[in-house]
């Protein structure tokens, strides 16, 4: 079927997964949102009876990007799991398409702010600062914000690194409270990077220092066996981390005067497949985010309150992208899944 819609839902009916080896599950009713012209398939797809990841095995089309949900809430990649009777997941062709359980929508990157304790999110998804957003002070002068799905739940929370000491609002409070973390990783100066380095779902912690990055791949929070140090970039370059090859598990890069050094095939190295953009200038912010669902990440440069988003993801600022004014000079820009 064709469909013309702006985040409107509709019911689909015939939906299959198949649960390990021999059992199944019809899904009676899921809902899909759409947000541009796309056209959606028979969809089949298997998990595994543990919940644990499974990778997904039939395709609607060849080239057809997929991302995933439990839930509602995205996990992303091309991965799903099996939420014991309440699972949900996502396919993306052309434009984007969400399936989720009924009533539950979902989550999309938003911009936001940080300034010397004070966050400024852009909940209501317009990229402007008005009704709807929400302003949560959390930290003081000299903190740096962190953004992340420490939980796996699909939305994401705030943190901030502080002489090697991250503060994470766990619980999703606003508020340093019963049920956050503190974790020791890294050295005061080392500048924080989160991203899901493990493909598990949820975000784990690490540090860039002098053109080395030290990820907490295993997710403990402690610098131990199972964990990665990686060469990539110099020490003045600025970090970066997105799922630069829509593959479900987050890739480093770095930025240096308006050029993008983007380790795109994952082997930690700077070789054949990796990616070299100009995009920006010197002086500018980067920010990555998945700007136009097609489940891989795109950049963009926050330059004095304003962004500037490679919103169609070639690359380079032409037709199709977008310039949004939210902010201030001498604000940090922060994206997340508010």
């Known amino acids: 079927m064709k469909i013309r819609l702006l985040l409107t839902a509709i019911i689909v009916t015939?939906?299959?997964?198949?649960?390990?080896?021999?059992?199944?599950?019809?899904?009676?009713?899921?809902?899909?949102?759409?947000?541009?012209?796309?056209?959606?398939?028979?969809?089949?797809?298997?998990?595994?009876?543990?919940?644990?990841?499974?990778?997904?095995?039939?395709?609607?089309?060849?080239?057809?990007?997929?991302?995933?949900?439990?839930?509602?809430?995205?996990?992303?990649?091309?991965?799903?799991?099996?939420?014991?009777?309440?699972?949900?997941?996502?396919?993306?062709?052309?434009?984007?398409?969400?399936?989720?359980?009924?009533?539950?929508?979902?989550?999309?990157?938003?911009?936001?702010?940080?300034?010397?304790?004070?966050?400024?999110?852009?909940?209501?998804?317009?990229?402007?600062?008005?009704?709807?957003?929400?302003?949560?002070?959390?930290?003081?002068?000299?903190?740096?914000?962190?953004?992340?799905?420490?939980?796996?739940?699909?939305?994401?929370?705030?943190?901030?690194?502080?002489?090697?000491?991250?503060?994470?609002?766990?619980?999703?409070?606003?508020?340093?409270?019963?049920?956050?973390?503190?974790?020791?990783?890294?050295?005061?100066?080392?500048?924080?990077?989160?991203?899901?380095?493990?493909?598990?779902?949820?975000?784990?912690?690490?540090?860039?220092?002098?053109?080395?990055?030290y990820l907490d791949a295993n997710g403990n929070g402690l610098w131990d066996a199972g964990d990665r140090l990686i060469g990539f970039g110099m020490p003045d370059d600025i970090p970066v981390v997105g799922d630069f090859n829509g593959d479900g598990v987050d890739e480093i890069g770095v930025f240096r005067d308006g050029y993008w050094y983007l380790d795109a095939n994952g082997n930690g190295l700077w070789d054949a497949g990796d990616g070299y953009l100009l995009f920006g200038a010197t002086g500018d912010q980067p920010v990555v985010a998945d700007w136009n669902s097609d489940g891989v990440d795109d950049i963009a440069i926050y330059r004095n309150g304003y962004w500037y988003l490679d919103a169609n993801g070639s690359g380079l600022w032409d037709e199709g992208d977008e310039a949004h004014a939210f902010g201030l000079d001498g604000f940090i820009p922060i994206i997340g899944k508010w």
């Not at 019809?26 to 009876?49: G, H, M, N, P, W």
């Not at 940080?114 to 003081?140: H, M, P, Q, T």
């Not at 903190?143 to 939305?155: A, L, S």
């Not at 994470?168 to 049920?179: C, E, I, R």
């Open 14 to 213: 015939a939906l299959t997964c198949t649960l390990g080896s021999s059992r199944a599950w019809a899904a009676t009713s899921v809902v899909v949102f759409a947000d541009s012209e796309a056209t959606l398939s028979d969809v089949s797809y298997s998990v595994q009876d543990s919940g644990a990841v499974s990778h997904l095995i039939c395709d609607l089309d060849p080239g057809s990007v997929y991302d995933v949900y439990r839930n509602g809430q995205p996990l992303g990649g091309r991965y799903f799991t099996d939420g014991y009777g309440s699972l949900s997941f996502a396919t993306q062709q052309g434009g984007a398409f969400f399936i989720a359980n009924p009533g539950i929508q979902p989550r999309f990157a938003k911009l936001g702010v940080y300034r010397d304790g004070n966050w400024y999110l852009d909940e209501s998804g317009d990229k402007r600062w008005g009704a709807g957003d929400a302003w949560v002070a959390f930290g003081i002068a000299g903190d740096v914000p962190v953004v992340g799905d420490f939980d796996g739940d699909g939305r994401d929370e705030i943190g901030l690194f502080r002489d090697a000491y991250w503060y994470l609002d766990s619980n999703a409070s606003g508020a340093w409270d019963a049920g956050d973390r503190l974790i020791g990783f890294g050295m005061p100066g080392d500048v924080p990077v989160v991203g899901d380095f493990n493909g598990d779902g949820a975000d784990e912690i690490g540090v860039f220092r002098n053109g080395e990055w």
